[in-house]
Every structure is written in structure tokens, then in C-alpha cells.
């Protein structure tokens, strides 16, 4: 791989772990489970490995914007994730920062 090429992969990866947050949030309007998350996000185009997606979800729920519950009607016990009030207000601050954001950039690049 050339020096071009390297330097841009490393620019999108930096780029899509700033938007991880913001696309977790958008998927929790209702309850889901970790592996159903990783799913919905890669239908989206947003793939994303259980190992950065599992630590993200406790960090999201250590600071309040994630509730849980586990579920153990299955054959095996889920835990599902789904957004708290404050993390609703969250999800709504970052939304309209990000679309103010997506309009500046824009401008930017045109």
C-alpha cells in the first residue's frame, strides 16, 4: 500500500470512530441486544466488531445515557440496551451538532 493510501485509511477510520457514538445512540430508540446491534449497524453500512461495540455500550451505560435489562425468556439470557432520558437529550444535542456540523462541512468542501 502506498503513503497516499495509508495516510487516507487512517483519516477514515478516525472519521467513523467519531460518529460511533451518534450511530449506537440512533439504534436504541428501543430495546436491543449486542449482536442484534452489530447487525442493524452493518444493514446500515456501519460495521463494527463486538469487541469495540460491547465496551462502548458499558461506557454509554456507565454515563447514564444507556439503560439495561436482561432478558432470559430465550434460549439464553440478553441483556438489552436501550436509551435513558438523558440519553435521549443526548441523541437530540448530538443530532442537531452533527447537522450543523454536516451544513458547515459542506459549505467547506463545495
Given at each position: ?40 449497524l452493518e ?9 469495540t461495540l ?25 441483556r438489552y ?30
Open positions: 500500500m502506498n503513503d497516499i493510501e495509508e495516510i487516507v485509511r487512517s483519516y477514515i477510520s478516525e472519521l467513523r470512530r467519531g460518529t460511533l457514538i451518534l450511530c449506537v445512540l440512533s439504534r436504541l430508540d428501543e430495546p436491543k441486544y449486542g449482536y442484534s446491534l452489530v447487525q442493524e444493514e446500515k453500512g456501519i460495521p463494527i466488531d463486538a469487541g460491547y465496551p462502548l455500550l458499558r461506557r454509554l451505560e456507565k454515563q447514564n445515557l444507556l439503560s439495561s435489562i436482561w432478558e432470559l425468556t430465550d434460549s439464553r439470557p440478553r440496551y436501550f436509551l435513558s432520558d438523558t440519553g435521549k437529550a443526548v441523541y437530540s444535542r448530538l443530532c442537531a451538532e452533527w447537522h450543523s456540523m454536516v451544513s458547515s462541512m459542506n459549505k467547506m468542501i463545495s
